[in-house]
T-cell receptor, first 111, second 112 residues
Framework: SQQGEEDPQALSIQEGENATMNCSYKTSINNLQWYRQNSGRGLVHLILIRSNEREKHSGRLRVTLDTSKKSSSLLITASRAADTASYFC???????????FGAGTILRVKS | DTEVTQTPKHLVMGMTNKKSLKCEQHMGHRAMYWYKQKAKKPPELMFVYSYEKLSINESVPSRFSPECPNSSLLNLHLHALQPEDSALYLCASSRGVGNEQFFGPGTRLTVL
């Protein structure tokens, strides 16, 4: 079953611009993770944020988590053409042992 | 070695065939996963192995049979598949269940 909903479904921006993707979920979570998938390939883990954290950074990535609103956002700054991919949020429920993936956002960065 | 490998990369099989997908990791991870992904959809969990024991089966049809021969290997045995089973099959591993997962490149399966 799908836990997360992401918006927008698709995003097209120019190289150098920032990209923001949002994820909402329904139940209490242990952690929330973001993954990237290049066309038809395996997923790459980007960042994990725990339920007691509010913000995390990794390079050009910034993730926020608002557990009161059950939502998270992923910001990619100074985007590059190589950032073109699908981005998925995935949640681990508070007492669960599996990840449930959201529908994903397709990001296209134009050079 | 921080890689998860999967073989084969592509597989075409008939509905009466028996085939196997293989997955290997040498990161010492104790949790391994099979996912199925259809085009333009998120991965859907099929099976979770923890310490070589099946811990989650997401009500997957019996024509899919997982096997974990040891802590580094995970197989998915396929038998009497249907055309709707055509998809990208992804293997992943993690230090423990719920931790960040490392994914293989996937096997693109086509059932004729």
């Amino acid at each position: 079953s799908q836990q997360g909903e992401e918006d927008p479904q698709a995003l097209s921006i120019q190289e150098g611009e920032n990209a923001t993707m949002n994820c909402s979920y329904k139940t209490s979570i242990n952690n929330l993770q973001w993954y990237r998938q290049n066309s038809g390939r395996g997923l790459v883990h980007l960042i994990l944020i725990r339920s007691n954290e509010r913000e995390k950074h990794s390079g050009r990535l910034r993730v926020t988590l608002d557990t009161s609103k059950k939502s998270s956002s992923l910001l990619i700054t100074a985007s590059r053409a190589a950032d073109t991919a699908s981005y998925f949020c995935a949640t681990r429920r508070e007492y669960g042992n599996k990840l449930v993936f959201g529908a994903g956002t397709i990001l296209r960065v134009k050079s | 070695d921080t890689e998860v490998t999967q073989t084969p990369k592509h597989l075409v099989m008939g509905m009466t065939n028996k085939k196997s997908l293989k997955c290997e990791q040498h990161m010492g991870h104790r949790a391994m996963y099979w996912y199925k992904q259809k085009a333009k959809k998120p991965p859907e969990l099929m099976f979770v192995y923890s310490y070589e024991k099946l811990s989650i089966n997401e009500s997957v049809p019996s024509r899919f049979s997982p096997e974990c021969p040891n802590s580094s290997l995970l197989n998915l045995h396929l038998h009497a598949l249907q055309p709707e089973d055509s998809a990208l099959y992804l293997c992943a591993s993690s230090r423990g269940v719920g931790n960040e997962q490392f994914f293989g490149p996937g096997t693109r399966l086509t059932v004729l």
